[in-house]
């Protein structure tokens, strides 16, 4: 079975920096491309960032452009997001994901995700 375990999420302040980790199992991992998404208490779910099989290319969500940074390893079978000068954007949950068709669209749809994993909290406020 495929199994995704994302770690990282803390209490943070903004300007922090942080490193969330997606532990994948059950599937060959560097097969496919990744991403991680995220929700909002009371909002629904987005995109923030995907990968390529290779990590030859990369998409970005306007809203987190240049600050965060995903990449994988795939000899680890990890999937890294690294977050850095975090605003005061309050709590989301953070999934990485598989992904069943590659897009560079912000407006890809969410059914192109696959299976998520069971999240990992991210606040950030001052």
């Known amino acids: 079975d495929v199994h995704l375990v994302e770690s990282g999420g803390a209490l943070a302040q903004p300007g922090e920096s942080l490193r969330l980790t997606c532990a994948a199992s059950g599937f060959t991992f560097g097969s496919g491309p990744m991403s991680w998404v995220r929700q909002a208490p009371g909002k629904g779910l987005e995109w923030v960032a995907r990968i390529s099989y290779n990590g030859g290319a990369t998409w970005y969500s306007d809203r987190v452009k240049v600050r965060f940074t995903i990449s994988r390893h795939n000899a680890k079978d990890t999937l890294y997001l690294d977050l850095s000068s975090l605003k005061a954007e309050g709590t989301a949950m953070y999934y990485c994901?598989?992904?069943?068709?590659?897009?560079?669209?912000?407006?890809?749809?969410?059914?192109?995700?696959?299976?998520r994993g069971q999240g990992t909290l991210d606040n950030v406020s001052s």
């Open positions: 994901a598989k992904m069943r068709y590659w897009s560079f669209l912000e407006s890809a749809p969410l059914s192109y995700l696959g299976t």
